[in-house]
């Protein structure tokens, strides 16, 4: 039989050959490090008998997919026989990966905690320790059922139950323990390729993630190819966790939520201070971009969103309230925006538009809601309530191409300024359903791609996954953890402008609907000042800091003079706060190093004397003492916006 190859060749096997014979012919390094294949685009097992014509790639244990499999092998065969080893009333659930890792839903009549894990992970090295072959075999349902029916094993009972198919279950066996396991795969082949693993945390987790059902125990862990990537790994986490927005926030007295407006952030002084520091930063890049700043309401009648068609296939992320009206019988049903598209169109749709006005750039700080599930909300960065940095282009086809230029030139200026000088760029192309000629969808990603080359920028095609409306350029951070941070999109819509009678007149005197563009370059500000403040550990640039400069006195002789220089620094726009406690000045300097303050000024009686101040900065140990008149004046420019 013919099998092609992801390279264009092909190859002939004898009949009935599997993954690891294919692996074979191409060379025994292949063979070695196979896990499993992708057959005509489908992750199967490597012993899997290939079907004859069929184009096949090898998966091997270096690549992503290898570390999922591997992943996932380990919780679904390992961890689980271990938890049935030590638990031997555990019934056993699921077992997927996740990012970095993976988890096991259990259900025991023991309570298992964070102690345990140690114990469990012991268990697993000596399931491992056997490098056991697994084998898979196909059954009917009956069958299945009545293989997990011995062992009481009643959630994939479950599972068999909820499965539209009577035949193929596949059972998962370790030929060495006493274990099966139901699964849609695939497995390695042998756990001999299970490199470094660590159990990580427990939580509780309901059975489908309904609350109704049973709660279970979740059993997180993650897992790499060697011990050394799993170390870097486990050290890059607790550097993570020593950034955490949530408690820096804390720290720094920044926000906080509450359980009356959950995934609504409660903005403290200083937190809005960055925020509308961030925001008029803002303003400022997008108006020297030519965009036309406007606002338009958050509550906003559902016939508006049932004619965008967020009605029909949105609506259970929104936010929906109903009014009586006032003397009347009427009762409107509104929601509140999650999107600011079908707004901006309405500013769009006042007055004719001409070819010569295009494009319109229009732009919003736009509070949206969306109703996410109380499970995934995660401190600033997924909320309910958020405001984007959002902005729609009216343009022609023609214009396309200039305009995705004109916008990277202005993300790229902005990211710069904020601290990010890489970015990654994702274009998704078209998707099988969509609308909209295929001419225009040649055009539209030609234009994207010309723009992103012609600016010598490196980008990777995601193909089929832009918008059934259009295709996209996604922009991606990496922090300085090495983290990625997917923030700015620019979307092009086909589709908007014709459903909301968006139009132009053109120079041959007809109306056409412009194109569209979605954008936006932060994400939401809420998200963005997560970033921000977990990339620089709190540590935020001068025209950012809440407070910039903190003045204390080191007697109360200089109260008078803390007080002079505040109000110095205040007239001249900087964000200063004084402390004339009766408490020991390397106390205060400590207490407001941990709140991050940029500057910290001690005055006593010789700076009263020489009108000077003593100048410590963050990080820094040494002071050096200045006129504060000169510390003033070099402030001052210090304190600017990038962009000033
Ligand atoms: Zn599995
Ligand atoms: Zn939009």
């Known amino acids: 039989m013919e099998i092609n190859l992801p390279d264009g060749s092909t190859r002939k096997l004898e009949n009935g050959s599997n993954g690891l014979d294919l692996a074979k012919s191409i060379g025994s390094r292949l063979a070695k490090s196979a896990v499993a294949v992708t057959v005509d685009g489908e992750q199967r097992d490597l012993l899997d008998t290939l079907p004859e014509n069929s184009s096949v790639s090898i998966i091997t244990i270096e690549s992503e997919e290898g570390l999922e499999i591997m992943r996932h092998t380990l919780t679904a065969q390992v961890l689980a026989k271990a938890l049935k080893n030590l638990y ?20 025991t009549e023991t309570p298992i905690s964070i102690e345990d894990l140690p114990r469990i992970e012991n268990e697993m090295k000596r399931i491992l320790e056997k490098k056991s072959n697994i084998v898979k075999t196909l059954h009917s349902e009956k069958d299945a059922k009545k293989m997990f029916k011995e062992n009481e094993e009643t959630f994939k009972i479950e599972i068999i139950d909820d499965a539209d198919q009577a035949e193929d279950f596949q059972i998962y066996t370790n030929v060495d323990e006493d274990f099966i396991d139901l699964c849609r795969g695939p ?24 609350s109704s059902n049973e709660m279970l125990t979740r059993i997180y862990g993650t897992a790499w190819r060697s011990e050394k990537e799993l170390q870097e790994h486990l050290k890059s986490m607790e550097e993570a966790e020593k950034r955490d927005h949530r408690k820096i926030g804390k720290d720094m007295d920044l926000f906080h939520f509450q359980d009356e407006a959950p995934g609504m952030v409660f903005w403290h002084p200083k937190g809005w201070s960055i925020y509308s520091t961030l925001r008029s930063y803002m303003s400022d890049m997008q108006k020297k971009g030519d965009y036309k700043e406007i606002n338009t309401p958050s509550v906003i009648d559902r016939k508006l969103w049932e004619k965008s068609g967020h009605w029909d296939k949105y609506r259970e992320n ?40 295009l494009p319109v750039r229009l732009s919003e700080f736009g509070s949206c809601h969306r109703y996410e599930a109380s499970g995934t909300m995660h401190g600033l960065m997924r909320v309910r309530g958020f405001t984007q940095d959002d902005g729609h282009i009216f343009l022609t086809e ?18 710069a300024d904020l601290g990010f000088n890489e970015f ?20 539209a990603e030609l234009s994207l791609k010309n723009a992103v080359e012609k600016l010598g920028l490196e980008y990777r095609i995601d193909e089929g996954d832009g918008a059934f409306y259009g295709p996209k350029l996604d922009f991606v951070l990496t922090d300085a953890i090495g983290r990625k941070w997917q923030c700015g999109t620019l979307q092009l819509d ?19 609907n412009p194109v569209m563009f979605h954008r936006a370059i932060l994400g939401s500000f809420e998200r963005f000042i997560g970033i921000l403040i977990e990339n620089y550990s709190g540590n935020l640039p001068l025209w950012l800091a809440p407070t910039q400069v903190t003045i204390c006195s080191i007697t109360d002789e200089a109260n008078n003079y803390v007080k002079e220089i505040s109000e110095l620094l205040r007239s001249n726009n900087i964000r200063c706060e004084s402390d004339v406690r009766n408490e020991k000045i390397s106390y205060k300097v400590r207490e407001h190093s941990v709140s991050k303050v940029p500057i910290i000024l001690a005055v006593g009686k010789n700076e009263v004397a020489d009108k000077t101040v003593s100048v410590r900065r963050l990080g820094s140990d040494e002071t050096s003492v200045v006129k504060l008149e000169d510390f003033t004046s070099s402030l001052v420019q210090e304190a600017l916006a990038p962009n000033k």
């Open 88 to 107: 031997s009333d555990s019934k056993l659930a699921i077992g997927p990966t996740i990012e970095n890792g993976f988890y096991y839903d259990v259900s």
């Open 187 to 210: 497995h390695l082949p042998n756990l001999s390729f299970i490199g470094a693993f660590k159990l990580t945390k427990v939580s509780g987790a309901y059975w489908k993630g309904d």
């Open 318 to 357: 929104m936010f929906i309230t109903e009014i009586d009206e006032e003397h009347a019988n009427e009762k409107r049903v509104n929601a509140l925006k999650p999107m600011n598209c079908p707004g901006h169109v309405q500013v769009y749709n006042q007055g004719i538009k001409s070819y010569k006005e």
């Open 398 to 415: 023609d214009q396309i191409e200039s305009e995705t230029a004109i916008f990277i030139d202005l993300l790229s200026k902005v990211y």
């Open 424 to 443: 990654e760029i994702k274009l998704s192309t078209r998707p099988e359903k969509r609308v909209g000629s295929d001419e225009i969808w040649d055009k």
């Open 494 to 512: 086909f589709n908007l402008a014709d459903r909301l009678d968006a139009q132009y007149v053109a120079e041959d005197g007809n109306k056409y």
